[in-house]
């Protein structure tokens, strides 16, 4: 790990695929190299820290295909990256590695508003040396309000093995989520997703944009909701609640993506105060299957649902048992 007084410096070569050819370079190198964020390989390449066989390429110039891509980046470490004691639920622990159970309402990554109290901040009091790895170790997102299973590198050899699994679909990731509706049976959605086109703040299906996959099948059933399980085979932003919400069976909960709140007919004031008291998503990543990154062992990882989410099943179970003598 470098000193205070050194920054630490990202250094990264890749071949940029053939079938990327006539992409936008900041579109390729997100997909390239997914421990960065989009905007700071944006920033990085505005800064002339990246180059594409020897040359300074601007953010929406054109790839060709086949070019050697290179940076060489100082990762500045913000000052809002300060360590804070923050408990954290591990699922799993060696010295490459963790697998935490993020609980719901938690920020990932510090940012405009967010300066303290995300698992940032958290990581950082538990191991102070991830502060030298990219998004401190983080492998893969979690909305704010999913909680569940997330994994954290600890050394760059861990960090580069596990964003290769999960760009190469390695990674098993199965969620479960209860929705809006009625299913009936599993199927998949096989639908792409990229920006809204006018409200930046979501996601949605276009036509052109990221292919994404999301098989679904269902657990158990509820008078107007039912409990589903969730395994992604890609995972883009946002992903199974674009998906339930494109085919009419939107998260329960979600304020972007829900539409407004569905109540059984006859509900009791019990269920209906559960379902107005519950402000965010009911989605939870519970299981994580996956190859240990220098062993090369097969980690499968569980995470409890939380209280807020088994309290709501069972309240809509309660409310199936009650009224089924209706059907």
Sequence with gaps: MNTPD???????????????AGRRIDQVLAELFPEFSRS??????????????????????????GETVDIHATLETPAAMVAEPIALSLLYEDEHLL????????????????????????????????????????????????SGALIVARTPQAQAA?????????IHRQYEAIVNGAIIAGNSIDAPLDRHPVDRLRRAVVED????????????????HTRIECVLETGRTHQIRVHMAHIRHPLLGDPLYGGSLRLPKAASEELITTLRGFRRQ?????????????????????????????????ALRADMAEHQDDH
């Design 6 to 20: 050194e920054p630490d410096i990202a250094a990264r070569r890749a071949q940029i695929p053939l079938e990327a």
């Design 40 to 65: 700071r390989l944006t920033a990085w390449i505005k800064a002339g820290e990246v180059r594409v066989d020897g040359r300074t390429p601007r953010p929406r110039d054109a790839v060709r295909g």
């Design 99 to 146: 697998v935490l159970n993020k609980p719901a309402g938690l920020v990932v990554h510090p940012g405009a508003g967010n300066h303290q109290g995300t698992l940032v901040n958290a990581l950082l009091h538990h191991d102070a040396a991830l502060a030298s790895l990219p998004r401190a170790g983080i492998v893969h997102r979690l909305d704010k309000d999913t």
């Design 162 to 170: 596990l964003t290769e699994q999960l760009a190469e679909r390695r």
């Design 209 to 224: 944009g990221k292919p994404a996959v999301t098989h679904y099948r269902v657990r158990e059933r509820y008078r107007i």
């Design 282 to 314: 009911a989605l939870h990543a519970e299981k994580l299957a996956l190859e240990h990154p220098v062993t090369g062992e097969p980690l499968d990882i569980t995470a409890p649902a939380p209280p807020d989410l088994l309290a709501l099943a069972a």
